[in-house]
C-alpha cells in the first residue's frame, strides 16, 4: 500500500483574532494524514495568540501541532522564509491565511491533484468568497477547469491566472532558491514566478476553501496598493539572476525574463498609480498596451522572427 507523503499545512496569522479559531478548526478537521500543522503568528498585537492557545487547548488529533510566535515582526518575506525553510519537514506544503477555512477535504484533494501532475511545482485551486462576517458572497467562477501555465506564458504577456490562499506547493521549489527578501511584501506573486521557473504551474477550478474578503486583505485593490513594487521585482530579478548562476537557465532566456521582469515594474506602477482623472486613466491603459507591445516585438526580433 502506498505511503502517503508529509504535508506542512501553514497558516500565517498577524492581527486575526476574530477569525483564526475557525480556520484552525478547518486545520484540524483534515482528512489527510500524516500532516503537520504549524500555525505561525508574526508578533500579533491583539488578542490573537491567546485565541490560538484556546482553541488547541484540548485538541488529541492525528495530525502534529507546531505553534511558532515570533517575539518581533519579521513582515511578510522573513516571516514566509522562517516558516517554509526552517520549521516545515513535510514533501508538500499547503499556505493559509488566518481569515480563511479550509473544507475537510482540502488537503487531500490537493495532494491527490499534484502527484497527478509531477511536472509541475505549484497547484492553485478556487474558493468561495465570504464576508468578514463569514457570510458568503459569491463562487469564483474560472472559464476553465484545468489550465496549466508555463514560464513562456509570462514571457509572452499572457494572463496568468493565480489564487494564493490554500495553494500547494512542492517542498523543492522551496529549497530551489535563497530565501525571500526581509524586504520582500509578498509571497504570492514570488511562488508564481518561482514555479513558472522551476516547470511551471497548475490553476484548478475547484473551490477546496472559504476566502474571506474584508477591508484588512491583501487582495484588494487597497491592500495591494500598499505594497512596494521595487521589493518584488528586486525578488525576481534575484531569483532570475540565482538560477542563471546555477546553470538552470540559459543567457538568452535570463535576458528575456530580465526585460520582462523590468516591464512588470512598470506596469504595477502605472496600475497601481493614482488617476488624475478620465482622460488620464485611459491614456494609462493605452501606455501600458504600448510597453507590451514594444517588448513583444522587441522579443520577436531577438528571436528572429520567430514567436
Request: glycine share 6%; with cysteine; aromatic share 10%.
Amino acid at each position: 500500500m502506498k505511503k502517503n507523503k508529509l504535508v506542512s499545512y501553514c497558516l500565517f496569522t498577524y492581527n486575526q483574532e476574530e477569525y483564526i479559531r475557525e480556520s484552525i478548526e478547518g486545520a484540524l478537521n483534515q482528512a489527510y494524514s500524516p500532516m503537520e500543522i504549524i500555525i505561525s503568528d508574526d508578533c500579533s498585537s491583539d488578542r490573537t495568540v491567546e485565541v490560538i492557545e484556546q482553541t488547541l487547548e484540548n485538541y488529541s488529533g492525528p495530525h502534529k501541532i507546531i505553534v511558532n510566535k515570533n517575539q518581533q515582526n519579521l513582515g511578510i518575506g522573513g516571516h514566509f522564509s522562517k516558516v517554509c525553510y526552517t520549521i516545515a519537514k513535510g514533501d508538500y506544503i499547503i499556505i493559509l491565511g488566518g481569515d480563511d477555512i479550509s473544507y475537510k477535504e482540502h488537503v487531500e484533494q490537493a495532494v491527490s491533484i499534484i502527484e497527478e501532475n509531477p511536472t509541475v511545482t505549484m497547484i492553485d485551486f478556487n474558493a468561495e468568497i465570504i464576508n468578514k462576517h463569514g457570510v458568503f458572497v459569491k463562487n469564483n467562477d474560472l472559464d476553465f477547469n484545468f489550465k496549466k501555465f508555463t514560464l513562456d506564458d509570462y514571457l509572452d504577456l499572457r494572463k496568468l491566472s493565480h489564487f494564493a490562499p490554500g495553494r500547494i506547493l512542492r517542498k523543492s521549489l522551496i529549497d530551489s532558491f535563497e530565501p525571500l527578501l526581509e524586504s520582500c511584501q509578498t509571497e504570492d506573486l514570488v511562488l508564481v514566478v518561482r514555479s513558472l521557473l522551476m516547470g511551471g504551474f497548475i490553476r484548478v477550478n475547484k473551490p477546496l476553501l472559504k476566502y474571506r474578503k474584508h477591508d484588512a486583505s491583501l487582495s484588494t485593490v487597497e491592500g495591494l496598493s500598499k505594497f512596494s513594487n521595487f521589493t518584488i521585482i528586486a525578488q525576481h530579478l534575484k531569483d532570475s539572476i540565482f538560477l542563471f548562476d546555477k546553470g538552470l537557465i540559459d543567457e538568452k532566456t535570463s535576458i528575456f525574463l530580465l526585460k520582462r521582469i523590468s516591464l512588470e515594474l512598470k506596469l504595477r506602477d502605472l496600475k497601481f498609480s493614482p488617476s488624475k482623472n478620465y482622460v488620464h486613466a485611459k491614456c494609462k491603459l493605452i501606455y501600458v498596451d504600448l510597453l507590451g507591445y514594444k517588448f513583444q516585438v522587441e522579443k520577436w526580433l531577438k528571436n528572429g522572427g520567430k514567436r
